[in-house]
């Protein structure tokens, strides 16, 4: 069983940045494909980004590419999602999603999930 955390939510103005956190348990985290997905109320959940086991390939969407950087430490069982140059449209809650798979976009591809955290972005 995987468990995932979110972490670094928050509030921020237009062209701020945060950095999202995604702790995993268990010791198979260099074996899951990690993906990073949003939502906002009475929206299907949207892919933002998603990295492979070992960090080798990663794919964005066309909406935050340039802007925002996944990344992840095996060591360490963390993934993150850097984003920059926020926009009011980016604001969502932001979940964490792992799978033993290959990199998918589609979130019902993914078997483990967060609880999400919440970005907000002002204008």
């Known amino acids: 069983q995987v468990q995932l955390v979110e972490s670094g939510g928050g509030l921020v103005q237009a062209g701020g940045s945060l950095r999202l956190s995604c702790a995993a348990s268990?010791?198979?985290?260099?074996?899951?494909?990690m993906g990073w997905f949003r939502q906002v109320p009475g929206k299907e959940r949207e892919f933002v980004s998603a990295i492979s086991r070992i960090g080798g390939s990663t794919y964005y969407a066309d909406s935050v590419k340039g802007r925002f950087t996944i990344s992840r430490d095996n060591a360490k069982n963390m993934g993150y999602l850097q984003m920059n140059s926020l926009k009011p449209e980016d604001t969502a809650v932001y979940y964490c999603?792992?799978?033993?798979?290959?990199?998918?976009?589609?979130?019902?591809?993914?078997?483990?999930w967060g609880q999400g955290t919440q970005v907000t972005v002002s204008s």
């Open positions: 999603a792992a799978d033993y798979g290959i990199l998918r976009t589609n979130p019902l591809a993914y078997d483990y």
């Open positions: 268990g010791r198979t985290f260099s074996s899951l494909t």
